[in-house]
């Protein structure tokens, strides 16, 4: 009694104190690795954020004529809702939500996203299916321990939009992560600074426009930076969220992914709010795992949309029709990320023992040079690299498999085994990634893979109509970008 007495004195100083600031908040795309599909069967997957983040700024607004405005400039829609209206919407007993499961919120209040769609529907009648939005409204009204108050929100991304590379687990992430602040302004975390030349050159990235769906958008292509990571005054100060923060963004995230896809597994959600390399699984949740240091990847986007909730439900069909044949590929699947997770464990080991960054060092991006990423380091021990070699070679292997695997359950598409033949010409090896049935695939970079073999993929790629770049994997999850 007396701790939600405190509570409500906490909610009502922060409501106060919390005026008239702006929140921005991001998160990253990912890249599942291995096991999409059947993660969603149970089965053990691999994922892996990636350097393309989606943006949520809220800024309040006057309190009068008291709108809720959204914006959506990669969807090219906004909508203004009356905060009066939406208050009506608001369930009552809000205040004791923190005290009960996810599980039994959802319960208690997926009638509200009915209720939502039908309130959109009337004063929006041609948007009936963006489902973004009743998410939105979904946390705004069942997160919230306080008034709706009047503002302003705008969401934008860099990740290409319905093609696997977690769009909408990114906009769970984000909208539950601001969401977040604001109902909690006073919960600091860790501040960082993120030194933008740092960035850059962990993530020898530059800038280049995309079209995505007909969406143009800023998509990181690879290049080499040899400058020495150092720190520079051009910094920015970013606040991680704490780790009991992350956990309720992660769930709230989640039923944001649930109204969005229907049946999400959760991964995505996962590796968006934590970041960096995780292991997921359904019954036992995420597990952080640290990536081998010489793990690289290049992108490639088949330029073909498709629908996750579609595809998910084409192989929910194929699961009912064929039980026994489909158990078997969900079964390899699991073999595979299992397989794969050692696989990296070791990589991860002898990274270690290895000479850093050699690959950088070689040149690795300076497009003339043909020489392999490991010929420069003369003091490496050979029995080192041979295991090396013999632990990609087995990654590779498991992507050829599982693409095969993916493929016999009806979730690739021709251009996908385009660029697998494409890649195999130069001795890569790539997957679908995500849903399949188009969106995004990835291939494996080696050690022993020469700049010049890189070089004709991304080029061939290019000519092909697929855009190509090298990513940048790991790295932080959701974030507070103007923290103070
Ligand atoms: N930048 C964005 N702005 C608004 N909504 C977004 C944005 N990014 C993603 N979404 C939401 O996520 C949906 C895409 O989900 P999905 O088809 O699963 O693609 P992905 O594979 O990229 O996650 C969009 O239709 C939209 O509702
Ligand atoms: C197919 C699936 O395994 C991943 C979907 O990823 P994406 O929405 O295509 O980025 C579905 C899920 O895990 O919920």
Not at 150 to 164: D, R, Y
Request: aromatic share 6%; glycine share 6%.
């Amino acid at each position: 009694m007396e701790c939600l007495m405190i509570d409500q004195l906490e909610s009502e100083l922060e409501h106060i104190t919390m005026a008239a600031k702006e929140i921005v908040v991001s998160s990253p795309g990912k890249v599942i690795l291995h096991g999409e599909h059947s993660v969603v069967y149970g089965k053990l997957a691999l994922a892996v954020c990636i350097n393309l983040r989606t943006k949520v700024q809220i800024r309040p607004l006057p309190a009068q004529p008291g709108n809720l405005k959204l914006h959506f400039p990669d969807l090219k829609s906004s909508y203004t809702f009356s905060v009066d209206a939406l208050t009506a919407l608001k369930p009552q007993e809000s205040q004791r939500f923190r005290h009960t499961t996810f599980s039994e919120i959802w319960l208690a209040h997926s009638h509200l996203v009915a209720q939502l769609k039908t309130f959109v529907t009337s004063l929006y009648p041609h948007r009936s299916d963006d489902q973004g939005i009743i998410a939105f409204l979904f946390l705004l009204l069942v997160q919230s321990r306080k008034p709706i108050d009047p503002m302003e929100v705008t969401v934008t991304s860099e990740i290409p939009i319905g093609a696997g590379l977690g769009s909408s687990a990114a906009y769970s992430v984000a909208i539950a992560g601001a969401l977040h602040r604001l109902n909690y302004p006073h919960r600091k975390g860790s501040l960082t600074r993120n030194s933008l030349l740092d960035q850059e050159n962990n993530n020898h990235a530059g800038l280049k426009t995309l079209q995505t769906n007909g969406v143009k958008k800023q998509k990181l292509e690879a290049r080499i930076s040899l400058r020495p990571n150092v720190s520079t005054p051009n910094t920015s100060l970013v606040e991680n969220f704490s780790s009991t923060a992350q956990e309720e963004i992660c769930q709230w995230a989640f039923l944001a992914e649930k109204i969005l896809h229907g049946n999400p597994s959760g991964i995505d959600n996962s590796v968006c709010t934590f970041g960096g390399l995780l292991s997921y699984q359904s019954s036992s949740g995420k597990t952080p795992l640290k990536a081998p240091d010489n793990l690289r990847i290049l992108l490639i986007n088949t330029r073909v949309s498709r629908n996750t909730k579609a595809l998910v439900e084409r192989v929910r069909s194929k699961v009912y029709e064929f039980p026994k044949v489909t158990n078997c590929i969900l079964e390899a699947m699991d073999k595979v990320s299992h397989h794969c997770l050692d696989t990296l464990t070791q990589l991860r080991k002898l990274s270690q023992v290895l000479v850093p960054l050699r690959g950088l060092e070689s040149g690795y991006g300076s497009e003339t040079s043909g020489s392999s990423c490991n010929e420069s380091s003369e003091d490496s021990d050979p029995n080192n690299d041979d295991e090396q070699e013999q632990l990609f070679r087995k990654l590779e292997v498991l992507i050829d498999t599982n693409q095969g695997l993916l493929s016999a359950l009806g979730v690739s598409h021709p251009t996908l085994d385009r660029i697998q033949a494409i890649a195999g010409k130069q001795n890569l090896h790539a997957k679908l990634t995500g849903a399949g049935g188009g969106g995004f695939a990835f291939a494996l970079i080696t050690p022993s893979h020469t700049p010049k073999q890189v070089k004709i993929v991304r080029e061939e790629m290019e000519s092909n109509g697929f855009d190509c770049w090298e990513t940048v994997i790991g790295g932080a999850g959701v974030q507070i970008h103007n923290a103070d």
